[in-house]
């Protein structure tokens, strides 16, 4: 499991940052070194579009900060779970904690192919494939696949 960093508390964000709840971004509030300029976007994005926020030298995930600035509650080894799955999107309504299982299981993946002349469902649960079965159809083979996503995975389910 991933060890998290203790953030800083809600109080020190807040005299640090100014927070937009409709954009998702974190403002500087205060000249906190010489790149910095009041009112501008906290941090920069890394490679897969995570936005990054350095505080006395250590770096943290700007949805992570945000989650305390929001809720004053360190979020510790949970996971926050972009909702519509935007890693960029840090409005506080698309984000929710969740475990690493749940964290992952919003993530689209076609749970259905093409195998001789039936359709194959399966879903992995648990790390472990199961098959759900074989259909004459692609859309049976999907509405097989999506129904056993919504009950496996409830409010984490790529489907809506």
Avoid at 13 to 34: A, I, M, N, Q
Avoid at 127 to 136: A, C, N
């Amino acid at each position: 499991m991933t060890k998290f960093k203790t953030l800083p508390s809600q109080a020190e964000l807040h005299e640090l940052f100014d927070y937009s709840p409709v954009t998702g971004e974190l403002y500087w509030r205060v000249k906190y070194c010489k790149k910095v300029k009041i009112g501008n976007t906290a941090g920069h994005e890394d490679k897969i579009g995570t936005r990054e926020v350095s505080i006395n030298g250590q770096r943290y995930k700007a949805y992570r900060l945000i989650w305390v600035w929001v809720t004053g509650e360190d979020p510790g080894a949970m996971e926050i779970d972009h909702i519509n799955g935007i890693r960029s999107c840090n409005a506080f309504h698309n984000l929710r904690l969740a475990n690493r299982a749940q964290n992952g299981s919003n993530r689209f993946a076609k749970g259905y192919r093409k195998r001789g002349n039936t359709w194959q469902a399966r879903i992995v649960c648990k790390g472990k494939e199961k098959v759900l079965g074989s259909f004459p159809t692609e859309s049976e083979a999907r509405a097989a696949y999506e129904k056993a996503s919504r009950d496996l995975r409830g409010e984490f389910s790529p489907i809506g």
